[in-house]
């Protein structure tokens, strides 16, 4: 059973960083790219930003909202991708989700999500 | 960016009813278009993918179409478990974008 288990959410003052972790299971990580979105309290989902596997590059993608604030990265050893958030502002302030992304002719798409974790940014 | 915009805001339907949902592209995105559903509290789920291909373990009331760059998700007669929020969304050209998202209430 695939499994996304988001932590490192909380209450965290405006230019401040924060780093998130989703631990995978049920699947072999390294095979898949990883994505990020976000949801504002009572608003409708974000994507936040992607990675790709090894085997294409380890590439990412961002939005324009949280890129040279944001990093993705990936610890295929540990099944474990992270996303490092600095500067953070109050609309950072979200419910953080990883998603599993899957390939499929020739494009990515999300099929397996975590539960997510909530990100505060307030003073 | 490819701007999704997804209508009505909100679906009053009776349980056993038809359910029809549509999402529109400010420009082509292929057939590179996903639908997900969410319930309060609860992580989305993947409903449909490639505009049409039903995801694992979906049940067949579910379906999705597309004409250009006009989606629709058919419910085709709603249970009480699917009464919950559905977002599109474009993967085809980066950034991904969402809907709005359509909550489909009980009537």
């Known amino acids: 059973e695939v499994q996304l288990v988001e932590s490192g959410g909380g209450l965290v003052q405006p230019g401040r960083s924060l780093r998130l972790s989703c631990r995978a299971s049920?699947?072999?990580?390294?095979?898949?790219?990883m994505s990020w979105f976000r949801q504002a309290p009572g608003k409708g989902l974000e994507w936040v930003g992607f990675?790709?596997?090894?085997?294409?590059?380890?590439?990412?993608e961002y939005a324009a909202s949280v890129k040279g604030r944001f990093t993705l990265s990936r610890d295929d050893s540990k099944s474990i991708a992270y996303l490092q958030m600095d500067s953070l502002k109050i609309e950072d302030t979200a419910v953080y989700h990883c998603?599993?992304?899957?390939?499929?002719?020739?494009?990515?798409?999300?099929?397996?999500w975590g539960q997510g974790t909530l990100v505060t940014v307030s003073s | 960016e490819i701007v999704m915009t997804q209508s009505p805001a909100t679906l009053s339907v009776s349980p056993g009813e038809r359910a029809t949902l549509s999402c529109r592209a400010s420009?082509?995105?292929?057939?590179?278009l996903a639908w997900y559903q969410q319930k309060p509290g609860q992580a989305p789920r993947l409903l449909i993918y490639?505009?049409?291909t039903r995801a694992t373990g979906i049940p067949a009331r579910f379906s999705g179409s597309e004409s250009g760059t006009e989606f629709t998700l058919t419910i085709s007669s709603l249970q009480s478990e699917d009464f919950a929020v559905y977002h599109c969304?474009?993967?085809?050209?980066?950034?991904?974008?969402f809907g709005q998202g359509t909550k489909v209430e009980i009537k």
């Open positions: 998603t599993r992304a899957l390939h499929s002719s020739g494009w990515y798409f999300s099929d397996y």
């Open positions: 049920g699947f072999t990580f390294g095979d898949y790219g």
């Open positions: 990675i790709r596997s090894r085997a294409f590059g380890g590439t990412k």
């Open positions: 420009q082509s995105v292929s057939s590179n």
């Open positions: 490639g505009a049409s």
């Open positions: 969304q474009q993967y085809n050209k980066w950034p991904w974008t």
